[in-house]
């Protein structure tokens, strides 16, 4: 990489950063140029998050250095790099939603009334907060009233606050840190069409995503980290996707979506006539022994919505389930564990795993709540056996090749798809016949995708049903042996495999057409 010019909004050489027994940064170099949007890629593990925490101040390097427009500098805490035009947007945006978008653009830096009474008591001028806020969000082009409360807003709303927040404390550079997670296809595009206003501005933008399409929409530039150094900074014009990913991972990666052989056997879930007062409507459709079913459909088709369904969590107002050929009742959750269905969440950091607890307690939690296999890990007092509890954790962090010091470490520790194979290994301990897999590779590397499919593959070798979720059509279209299309809380569609193809599931999934 050529050395920073005076177009160089910020820029770092030689980066080392360590912690005990892992080497995160070893002689990174990276620069941003002004008014440029710079993707920022590798697997989960490469650097991504230890650079960006050396660019806000979170950590200082053990060696190298950083110049912000052309000047050495030494940020040593979040609110130095602040200070200097730095603002990150994270995954998790950083939006109190009891407070107004007006409160939460005021935050830090609310106008007080001149005086002894602003000086003393810091009363607020809430009169020219929301004077400020709408200047801020029209700047953006956002039309949102500066006193709607945040938790009534859309994630691509949010989104859109979370931005102006940050330009309105004069950010020169932005960081976002997967932006489009949650974002429908119109969202994106909405998105996508204000960082190109940014651009214009002069606003410097890393960007990180896992999707690797989008950066061929709004990068000028790619950088790729793995296992901490940096492998190479492309013009978006020289890249492609699979030379991104033979990048990333190290190796070629020919097969992005690797399916198993299966044999498809008996019909393990059968669903009749599933009806959810104005959510889903006559939902019928069965899953077999050995098969992948992939639901297709729109943001708010009703998808997630049939999962919680399916899961007890929103019980439906009628219809039947039928598993292994036996009519279930499920009222709750509890019910789902107990008749072998298992459901891992789009959401696994809030509802697939307790962060706080380790990978053992995550892994055994819903196995001693099944009435099935709790036996196995109850002593005679009604204690769990620990002991067993970390033989049968241990087992799985082994054949699921779970990258973790040990059972006992918490699970925030882990990658998302490390995180995302202790939810499949908690299922897998309660011996489930049906898994249910909502958006199972979102925020997940090209890597670990790939052992998500492989796992879906055995799991489906072995006898099981799996039902999946996704937004990510290339994925639906790979992994599925079949497909359902959804639509208003209907399935409008059911195809075969050979039958699909993108333009044909979008034309289901937003036209009034049905198969």
Not at 202 to 223: N, Q
Request: hydrophobic share 45%; charged share 25%.
């Amino acid at each position: 990489m050529d050395g920073p010019s005076e177009n160089t909004s910020l820029s770092a050489s030689g980066i080392c950063k360590g912690f005990p027994g892992v080497r995160a940064l070893d002689s990174v170099d990276f620069d941003l140029l002004h008014g440029e949007v710079h993707a920022l890629l590798g697997e989960n593990g490469a650097g991504k998050s230890t650079l960006v925490k050396i660019f806000t101040g979170v950590y200082q390097p053990d060696a190298g250095s950083l110049r912000i427009d052309g000047r050495d500098m030494s940020l040593r805490t979040p609110a130095e790099a602040f200070q200097h035009g730095i603002s990150v947007i994270h995954q998790e945006l950083d939006l109190i939603p009891t407070l107004t978008v007006a409160q939460n653009l005021a935050l830090g830096r609310a106008p007080v009334v001149s005086g002894i009474w602003g000086q003393r008591f810091g009363v607020v001028r809430w009169t020219k907060a929301r004077q400020d806020a709408r200047a801020n969000l029209d700047d953006l082009g956002v039309d949102v009233d500066p006193d709607t409360l945040v938790a009534d807003l859309g994630i691509s709303q949010a989104q859109l606050i979370a931005i102006a927040k940050a330009l309105s404390r004069d950010a020169r550079i932005l960081i976002m840190d997967e932006p489009t997670s949650a974002l429908s296809a119109s969202e994106v595009d909405e998105l996508f069409h204000r960082v190109r206003r940014l651009k214009a501005r002069g606003v410097s933008i890393i960007y990180i995503t896992h999707k690797l399409e989008e950066i061929f929409r709004i990068a000028d530039r790619v950088t790729v980290l793995r296992d901490g150094h940096r492998i190479a900074t492309l013009p978006i014009s020289e890249a492609n996707i699979d030379r991104l990913i033979s990048m990333m991972v190290g190796r070629s990666l020919a097969e992005r979506y690797p399916r198993a052989a299966t044999t498809l056997g008996d019909t393990v879930l059968n669903v009749k006539h599933l009806n959810r007062r104005g959510i889903l409507h006559d939902i019928s459709f069965d899953v077999r022994s050995g098969e992948i079913v992939g639901i297709a459909g729109l943001v708010g088709s009703g998808r997630t919505s049939l999962a919680r369904a399916l899961f007890g969590a929103d019980p439906a107002d009628s219809g039947e389930i039928v598993l292994d050929g036996r009519s279930v009742v499920i009222a709750s959750p509890q019910d789902a564990i107990n008749t072998g269905l298992a459901l891992l969440t789009e959401d696994r950091r809030r509802q697939g795993l307790i962060l706080e607890f380790a990978i053992r307690e995550n892994i055994v939690l819903p196995p001693v709540h099944s009435r099935e296999t709790n036996r196995q890990y109850l002593g005679r007092l009604g204690t769990v056996d620990y002991r067993r509890a970390t033989k049968v954790a241990s087992g799985f962090v082994r054949s699921l090749a779970i990258k973790a010091p040990s059972v006992m470490h918490p699970a925030r520790s882990l990658s998302g798809g490390n995180q995302q194979k202790v939810v499949v290994a908690k299922w897998l301990a309660t011996k489930a016949r049906v898994f249910i897999f909502d958006e199972p590779t979102r925020g997940i590397d090209v890597g670990a995708k790939a052992e998500i499919y492989r796992l879906m593959g055995q799991l489906a070798a072995g006898g099981a049903g799996i039902i999946m979720i996704s937004s990510e059509v290339e994925e639906i279209l790979a992994i599925s042996t079949r497909i359902l299309v959804m639509r208003e809380g209907r399935i409008v569609a059911a195809l075969p495999h050979a039958a699909a193809n993108k333009e044909v599931l979008l034309r289901y999934a937003a036209t009034e057409v049905e198969a």
